[in-house]
């Protein structure tokens, strides 16, 4: 089991920059499948970016472009630019190995139009 906090959400104004940081209580590379999702007031958590144990990147349709996903030993974290009112919402970092499925406990970003 992992123990993964985020940190960097906010708030910001519409078309601003912000960086979402995910520390891990242990060296999660190459180990974990990690990703970013988020979920908005009324709607399901979605998948926002992952990153494999291989360094393979993947994005959901609104964020390529637009956010990048990092990893280093221990860490994640997601870069996002050119944010839109429609990217507020509670993000969560997540650490994957099989059946093992961490979270952390989400953070706020909220973008004002």
């Known amino acids: 089991q992992v123990r993964l906090e985020e940190s960097g959400g906010g708030l910001v104004e519409r078309g601003s920059s912000l960086r979402l940081d995910c520390s891990a209580s242990r060296t999660v590379f190459p180990i974990y499948f990690m990703a970013w999702y988020r979920q908005a007031p009324g709607k399901e958590r979605e998948l926002v970016a992952a990153?494999?144990?291989?360094?393979v990147t993947n994005y959901a349709d609104f964020a390529k472009g637009r956010f990048t996903i990092s990893r280093t030993e221990n860490s994640i974290a997601l870069d996002m630019n050119a944010l839109e009112p429609e990217d507020s919402g509670v993000y969560y970092c997540?650490?994957?190995?099989?059946?093992?499925?961490?979270w952390g406990q989400g953070i706020q970003v909220t973008v004002a139009s």
């Open positions: 990153i494999s144990n291989a360094g």
């Open positions: 997540n650490a994957n190995k099989g059946n093992a499925d961490n």
